[in-house]
């Protein structure tokens, strides 16, 4: 299966929390990217990771990239009210299209 | 340099109704992509146009169609609505082919079908 597993599907935190989102597949990928998606608004690319133990930094956002590139996450420092959204991750195929994983919603309170 | 825009934002139907919807990629991008986005489902890959041609195409049935014009704008079609199509459809525009190049998405039409 090409399934993107994310996890968790929700979070609710306060500000200045720090957080970790979870994308699993059972099969080895060649790049993955990292979405957000704000209300009313289409998902924004944040980072592509293409090696295996790649580690990304976007300011206080941190995405990795499992060793054997069957998995990534993506840390949140410091978890501020405006990194509200839906987080998504996403592998391109030679098909075209790119599978997304079912999202985590994460909502910072102030 | 504007985004991409797509029209209508909002629109509601009834069932066994069709409906088409408009999607401007970013000026000079050839290539648009399709996707729906469902609560249950999450975001789907509908097609993809370049240069005027059905390039891929995903899981779903004949009811859904699409085009691409020479300016590569794009519009897709649903005939024969049901209520299982009410979603959010994206539209994505890329400067090629393919997924490995940046999408760049739309905010999408949000379609209730009652």
């Known amino acids: 299966t090409q399934l993107l597993e994310q996890s968790p599907q929700f979070l609710s935190i306060q500000e200045g929390e720090n957080l970790t989102v979870y994308c699993n597949s059972s099969s080895v990928f060649s790049s993955l990217q990292w979405y957000r998606q704000e209300p009313g608004e289409g998902p924004v690319l944040l980072v592509t990771v293409v090696t295996g133990g790649e580690v990304k930094k976007l300011k206080r956002l941190t995405f990795q990239f499992g060793d054997a590139r069957k998995d990534s996450s993506l840390h949140i420092t410091a978890a501020q009210p405006g990194d509200t959204g839906l987080y998504l991750c996403?592998?391109?195929?030679?098909?075209?299209?790119?599978?997304f994983g079912q999202g985590t919603t994460l909502q910072v309170k102030p | 340099k504007a985004g991409v825009t797509q029209t209508p934002r909002y629109l509601i139907k009834t069932r066994g109704q069709q409906v088409t919807l408009s999607c401007s990629p970013i000026?000079?991008?050839?290539?648009v992509s399709w996707y729906q986005q469902t609560p249950g489902q999450g975001l789907q890959f509908l097609f993809e146009?370049?240069?005027?041609?059905?390039?891929n195409k995903g899981n779903f049935p004949g009811r859904f169609s699409g085009r691409q014009f020479s300016n590569s704008r794009s519009e897709m079609n649903v005939s024969t609505l049901e209520l299982g199509d009410s979603a959010l459809y994206l539209c994505?525009?890329?400067?090629?082919?393919?997924?490995?190049?940046?999408?760049?998405f739309g905010p999408g039409t949000r379609l209730t079908v009652l």
């Open positions: 000026s000079g991008h050839r290539s």
């Open positions: 994505a525009s890329s400067s090629h082919l393919g997924a490995y190049n940046e999408q760049f």
């Open positions: 996403a592998r391109p195929r030679n098909t075209g299209k790119l599978i």
């Open positions: 146009y370049f240069s005027e041609t059905q390039r």
